[in-house]
């Protein structure tokens, strides 16, 4: 009779076991990378004897540019992922994140306008400028994949890479109609290289937004399973959708203002947490906040070593691995696609 009652529990447990032990590296690896991206730059200045010693030069350095740089990419990594785990949960598609439902190309339309009208505008109201941008970006593909008929696995975000395209390509046309196509790429550039103390403390607003995701957590579970069941269990659907979208929109923003652009983190993250742990919102954002931090700190310094002491663009890793993540979950998954 014990055995009978304790059977179901104890199935579990090597799961668990090795869900805690996955967590544990995660963590661990953060903490090397971490340490490894504080000591890895142009200058040799800052070492960890140099810093034993109290050497002046390398505690300046240090906290003037190697902590905020490292900070600033655990913050990227952690809000991006999350900001591709809601957004697969508002359209219930496993391919979709800001950069292939355009939303990016969205918000870097809402860069090319601020730039041309308003050229000295503070970094808050042109990120709330851009927020606005994105936002509506959001709100378009929702409103285009309500009309398509078939939505298959790969059809949602070619749907979005499609819209993305003609809002790039416009954007393009103007900012070289008007000659700040160099301009506009210093800014969507996905680099860290600028990033310095004053400069990235905007990605707090980033953090924000994910510990309302993580409030909000449990909603975002039931919405992922469809607007009749949420409907039915009394949540109110469209609310819940309008939170994610602004969750979506405002870390959108707030990376590119501070970084530029880094495509598939928000694709890839959200996917191999799901084939660890499963789709619950609320038990993945830790381990979807872990995993990203851990890809955008690995990527930046195999970009700072590939050509040292010079630097390739952040972007440049990030969407050479990540597309190859990407190519990987497509083959995984073309079993399941119809």
């Known amino acids: 009779m014990r ?66 740089r490292t900070v600033s990419l655990v913050l990227v990594g952690a809000s991006l992922g999350i900001a591709g785990l809601i957004m697969q949960m508002l359209v219930r598609n496993k391919f979709v994140e800001p950069s292939t439902t355009g939303v990016t190309e969205f918000a870097v339309l809402g860069m090319l306008i601020a730039l041309v009208f308003w050229p000295g505008m503070p970094i808050l109201p042109r990120m709330a400028f851009i927020s606005l941008f994105a936002l509506a970006g959001t709100w378009i593909f929702l409103r285009i994949i309500r009309f398509v008929p078939v939505r298959t696995l790969v059809l949602v975000p070619l ?9 790039g390509a416009a954007t393009t046309f103007f900012a070289y109609r008007l000659d700040l196509l160099q301009s506009l790429g210093q800014w969507s550039q996905g680099s860290f290289a600028t990033v310095m103390r004053g400069r990235y403390e905007f990605l707090w607003v980033a953090v924000v937004m994910v510990v309302i995701a993580w409030l909000a957590a449990d909603r975002f579970s039931v919405i992922g399973l469809g607007e009749e069941f949420a409907t039915n269990l009394g949540l109110d659907f469209r609310r819940v959708v309008a939170i994610g979208m602004i969750i ?40 979807v906040a872990g995993l990203g931090s851990v890809f955008v700190v690995a990527c930046d310094i195999i970009a700072r070593v590939v050509r040292f002491p010079y630097e390739i663009p952040l972007s440049v890793v990030v969407g050479i691995v990540g597309a190859g993540l990407f190519l990987w979950l497509l083959l995984r998954r073309r079993g399941r696609v119809h």
């Open 3 to 68: 055995k009978t009652l304790t059977a179901p529990t104890s199935t579990p447990a090597p799961a668990r076991t090795r869900r805690t032990w996955v967590g544990v590296l995660i963590g661990a690896a953060l903490v090397a990378l971490a340490a490894v991206s504080l000591l890895i730059g142009a200058s040799n200045d800052v070492s960890v004897s140099s810093l034993a010693k109290g050497d002046g030069d390398a505690l300046f350095l240090l906290a003037a540019s190697r902590i905020p």
């Open 159 to 167: 749907v979005g890479i499609m819209l993305g395209g003609v809002v």
């Open 248 to 287: 979506v929109a405002v870390i959108t923003a707030c990376v590119l203002v501070t970084a530029g652009v880094l495509p598939f983190l928000g694709l890839v993250v959200p996917n191999i947490v799901s084939l660890i742990i499963g789709d619950n919102v609320r038990r993945a954002i830790p381990w």
